[in-house]
């Protein structure tokens, strides 16, 4: 099936820094990404929709200017996490999809970001 | 909120054993799928039901669709310890999103 990675798988830093986080499909050209985030136990949220060549669209309460998303190809989306704060810890998950049928999205591993 | 709900939230059951995790929603749907997650990890697909099928099955995997009550269940039978993971439903509207539910820890002692 189709893979989707990200890079890093986890990441610590100080709070007041930035984090980027990618997201790739290997073996086949993503239209559209997907942003999640995850807290412990809990269930994954959408945080955005992304789409090559365009902005991506943010779900309500999600903050464009603390979370920047690009998509310059069709293979990665990168999520800028800036002025990382300790609130921002938590899981981070993509997904790509292969066009408009749902069916075929494909999660990537995740990335676990810790803020001290 | 648009999340689904699922029940139980944690479940542990002993090798062998059936599990049985339902989700309900709240909207019209699309799709129906289901997903697991092994602890700190992504997401696997397991199963898609579309809102015109009632049943399906996968393996040791069986998912029923309930649109009427807005509800769906999933089966594994004869469980195993590598079946211990999260597993959670998610939901399109006729659009590009998919809406999780909150997910059932299930827990399979050997």
């Known amino acids: 099936g189709a893979v989707v990675s990200q890079h890093p798988s986890r990441v610590i830093c100080k709070s007041g820094t930035s984090v980027k986080i990618e997201c790739r499909s290997l073996?086949?050209?993503?239209?559209?990404m997907f942003w999640y985030r995850q807290f412990p136990k809990q269930s994954l949220m959408l945080m955005a929709t992304s789409n090559e060549g365009s902005k991506a669209t943010y779900e309500q309460g999600v903050e464009k200017d603390k979370f920047l998303i690009n998509h310059a190809s069709l293979t990665l989306s990168t999520l800028t996490v800036t002025s990382a704060h300790p609130e921002d810890s938590s899981f981070y998950i993509c997904?790509?999809?292969?066009?408009?049928?749902?069916?075929?999205?494909?999660f990537g591993p995740g990335t676990r970001l810790l803020v001290l | 909120s648009q999340q689904g709900e699922e029940d139980p939230q944690a479940l542990s059951i002993q090798e062998g054993e059936n599990a049985t995790m339902n989700c309900s929603y709240k909207?019209?749907?699309?799709?129906l799928q289901w997903y697991r997650q092994n602890s700190g990890r992504g997401l696997v697909h397991l199963i898609l039901i579309r809102s015109n099928e009632r049943e399906k099955h996968s393996g040791r995997l069986r998912v029923t669709l309930d649109t009427s009550k807005k509800s769906s269940s999933l089966l594994i039978t004869a469980s195993r310890a590598a079946d211990t993971a999260s597993y959670f439903c998610?939901?399109?509207?006729?659009?590009?999103?998919?809406?999780f539910g909150t997910g059932t820890r299930l827990q399979v002692f050997p």
């Open positions: 998610a939901t399109d509207r006729h659009t590009d999103k998919l809406i």
């Open positions: 997904s790509a999809s292969l066009g408009s049928q749902l069916e075929t999205q494909y």
């Open positions: 073996d086949f050209q993503a239209t559209t």
């Open positions: 909207t019209s749907i699309n799709n």
